[in-house]
Each structure stands twice: as C-alpha cells, then as structure tokens.
C-alpha cells in the first residue's frame, strides 16, 4: 500500500502555508494525533542532530515537485512494518533531537506559558479568510489540465497580485520556466475563467473585457465592449458625443453602456482581501552579522513545540498493549514523526532559498529599491538544488522583515534590464524610477512616454518606449493628455 505519495503532498503543501495557518495545521493534527503532545519547556537541540534526525526518517534533503513524485512512486514502494525494538530506539533518538526542533536559545529568550497563552489568544481572535491565490489553485486543482501545464498555472497564479492581475509579462515568465510564451498564454487563458470574473488580466481593457464577455450577447453588451476594447481612453475623458459618432449610435446609447461598464469590478482580486485589518506576520528576519554580512533568522517562536509523547511509546513496549492497539500506535507515531520532520524541511528549505535571495540582495539591503538586483526563482532554484516549483512554493505568502521594510518573498524576484555598462537592473528599481519621475513633472506639462524613455536612457538605462507605458500601467498612471493640469 502506498502511503508516501499522500504523505509528501502534505510536505508540499505545509511547504506553501504561510506562518499563521501553519500553525492552524499543527495544532489541528494534535487534535487528531494523540501521541503528538506540545512541549511547553523545549530544549536546545544542534543542527547536526536535527539534520541526523531528518535524514533518518525517509525523504530528500528540502523539497521537489518532480523529484518527490518520482520518489513516491519508485524507491519508498510500500511501507515496511515497524519493528517494535528499532522503532523504539529510533523514536528515542527523535525525541532527544526533535526536543526543540527549530534551535531557539531559551536562554535569551525564555519561552513560558504565559506567552503560549498571549500567542494562542491573539490568533485566535485573528479572522483567517481564504487567500486570492489559494482560491485559484484550488480552482486549478479542478481543470483537467495535465500535472506540467497546473504547474505553469500555478507560477502564472503566484504572480497574480492582490488586485487581481497579472504582474509579470509571459515573457520574462518564460524566462523563470522551461515553457513557451504560447504554452503560457494557453494555461492563463485557463486562469482567466476562474472565479472572480476578471481575473489574471494583465490590464484595465483585459479585465472588463473578461467581464463583459459574461453579460450576454444583447445590444448594450456589445456596444459595451466595443467601447472597452478600443475606446477607454475617450471613456474615462467622458466624450460621449465623440462615442456616438465614431460608434455611429445614439448618445443615450452610450451612457446607457457606460452604466453597464461602471457596474464592472476594475480590481476582482480585492474580493479576497477581507473586511477587517490585514494582519501580516513575517516569518523571515534579516539582521546583520558582526562580519557586516546580511544573514537569515526564522522567527519560529510562533508555532507548537512537538513530540512524540514518551506515553505511547512505553504502550508500545507494554506486552500487555492488543495489537490492535499497537498497530494504531504505529501508524499514529508514523504520522507523527513525519510531521515533525516535514516541519523541520520546511524550516530549512525556507531558509536556504531566503539566504540565496538575501545574498544576492545585499546591496539592497545596504542601499534601499535603487539597488535591487534582477533574480529569478530558476536561479535559486539552480542554486539551492530544487525544482523551480519548489521554490515557487516556498515563497508564496512568506514575508521577509529587513531595515528597509517588510517584503513578500515573491518580491525579489523580478527580471531585470540592461543599463549602458552592461550591468542588469531590476525591472522594479525602473519602475521606481519612472514613478518618482511623474511625481516630479510639471502638470501643466506632464511627461509623455517618449520624454520619460529619453530620461531613462540619458541615464544610462536602455529601455523602449512601449516598456515605459507597461510600467506606466503597471503603476496605475494615466497618460500624459489625463494628467496635465491647469
């Protein structure tokens, strides 16, 4: 029978979690997994031992997609029945080095049960709605796309931001995959039939066009999206007289349609950003070493202490335990013992990739936006020995404390352009840039794309005109003819 492949899903998908349901999880398997108990006064355990321990207990070093499923369905093959006599010793040895898994120095920071009970208090009192992205992969887990096509989707899905759009151009997402711009544009057309209508939509047009597509074939819907798809511009400058005669209707036509338009939701990822205050929670701290180098910490203080419990252990060698009995102890202790080693390589994948990022980003930690690098995930992917989805999943919903702010992990990863050295800026420091550039114009004359293009590239930073006004959108600034004043 096999039951690794369930098994290391759950790995994967405890790999995505972010801090907060994470701990939901862990104590929900408490709840069901007697011989799991919460240690409420852990002891310092060393890397080598926490590392022996993983290494003992089946299962690669970090995490894959391919490389697990491969794994799962040639090299476990079926589970071994436990022998009562190793398994003892080897829970044993679990137990003295999972005493404290994530390597806190209670020394300096004490934990107590006061502090359990002001963290268990404070997120339980915290709303935990579902997120856009987890609402769209479960969507994606339901088409009948094949297992390298959901993968694209869900990297399409990690880079939905949280209004709903696509960020990141197929292109450059290409460049993260081994996929092709039209494989892309095939899985994302997918995307766009997801729940909220609008979705995945890489602009303003796109997104209300998606939306008018589901209105109906009646007369106000088509002359809604004509205006939609050539005529937005005029729209938003309210030229309704210009409308009816380029469309060849009558005026109250067009405010009719309008109407329509204005019933549609511009930003559909918002449905998902709850009601009350967004809570965020960084896992990852970055401070620096007395070397003066960046280096990572996880803030693990937040999640249950776990062990096997010493109780069931002791049923287990009790001759008196029925076997029925015993075998649940197993499979129980099974279970257990694969969480707690699962929740260590979570910890450690987590770290190794936010490392690699912090290593390439020292200068912007050192310097602020002007000097992020350019990075994709297959570069630390290479780096780290994964697979790209695992990175993918690992930075989703992670969030990085540094001096300059806190950053979604996803952030960092951003393609990069050329300046006339040579050298490769981030994509995101242009954006800055050009942002910072408008804020500064003359309304009465604001700057066209072409001006800001000329600007760019006078210092030193090689771009087209038509990239300017991708940013430009991305930024959510209008055109210069909507911005001059006065």
């Not at 090299?75 to 679990?94: K, M, Q, Y």
């Not at 066009?209 to 074939?217: I, N, P, S, W």
């Not at 099974?334 to 990739?353: C, M, N, V």
């Not at 000097?371 to 697979?387: D, I, K, N, Q």
Request: aromatic share 4%.
């Amino acid at each position: 029978m096999m039951i690794l492949a369930p098994q290391l899903r759950q790995s994967l998908e405890m790999l995505q979690l972010p801090l907060m349901e994470l701990r939901a999880m862990i104590q929900q398997e408490m709840v069901s997994n007697p011989t799991i108990e919460d240690v409420t006064t852990p002891q310092e355990v060393s890397l080598e031992g926490a590392e022996a321990a993983a290494r003992g207990t089946d299962g690669a070093d970090g995490f894959s997609g391919e490389e697990a499923g491969a794994e799962a369905g040639s090299s476990h093959g079926e589970v071994e029945p436990l022998d009562f006599n190793r398994d003892i010793e080897a829970l044993t040895e679990l137990d003295r080095e999972w005493r404290d898994y994530f390597l806190q120095d209670l020394q300096n920071n004490p934990y107590t049960q006061q502090d359990e009970e002001r963290r268990q208090y404070m997120f339980d009192s915290l709303p935990q709605p579902q997120s856009l992205q987890g609402h769209l992969l479960e969507q994606l887990g339901l088409t009948e796309l094949t297992p390298e096509e959901k993968q694209l989707g869900e990297t399409i899905i990690g880079s939905i931001n949280d209004d709903g759009y696509l960020t990141t151009a197929l292109t450059d997402l290409a460049a993260q995959t081994v996929a092709t711009p039209e494989q892309l544009e095939r899985v994302l057309k997918v995307v766009q039939e997801f729940h909220p209508t609008g979705i995945g939509a890489r602009d303003l047009r796109e997104c209300l066009l998606l939306q008018v597509a589901h209105l109906g074939d009646t007369p106000q819907a088509r002359l809604a999206e004509a205006i939609v798809a050539d005529h937005l511009q005029a729209l938003g400058a309210q030229r309704i007289g210009h409308l009816a005669q380029v469309l060849k209707v009558e005026a109250a036509d067009i405010e009719a349609a309008a109407a329509l338009i204005k019933t549609l939701n511009p930003l559909p990822g918002r449905l998902f950003s709850g009601g009350g205050a967004g809570y965020i929670t960084p896992e990852i701290v970055v401070r620096k070493s007395e070397d003066g180098r960046w280096v990572v910490l996880l803030d693990d203080d937040q999640l249950p202490h776990i062990r096997i419990s010493a109780h069931y252990r002791r049923l287990l060698e009790d001759a008196g335990t029925s076997a029925e009995v015993k075998s649940y102890i197993r499979e129980r202790i099974r279970s257990g013992a694969f969480l707690i080693k699962s929740i260590y390589q979570r910890q450690k994948t987590i770290h190794r990739i936010a490392s690699e990022i912090v290593a390439a980003q020292q200068d912007f930690l050192e310097h602020g936006l002007s000097r992020l690098h350019p990075m994709t995930m297959a570069e630390v992917a290479a780096r780290v020995g994964v697979h790209e989805t695992t990175v993918s999943r690992t930075v989703a919903n992670k969030y990085m404390r540094t001096p300059v702010g806190v950053f979604e992990l996803k952030y960092f990863f951003t393609p990069g352009l050329r300046t006339a050295s040579g050298a490769a800026i981030s994509n995101k420091t242009v954006q800055d840039r050009i942002d910072a550039m408008i804020k500064q114009e003359d309304t009465a004359n604001p700057l066209s794309d072409q001006v800001v293009q000329e600007r760019l590239r006078a210092e030193g930073i090689e771009i087209a005109r038509r990239t300017v006004a991708k940013y430009r959108l991305i930024l959510r600034i209008p055109p210069s003819h909507l911005r001059k004043r006065g």
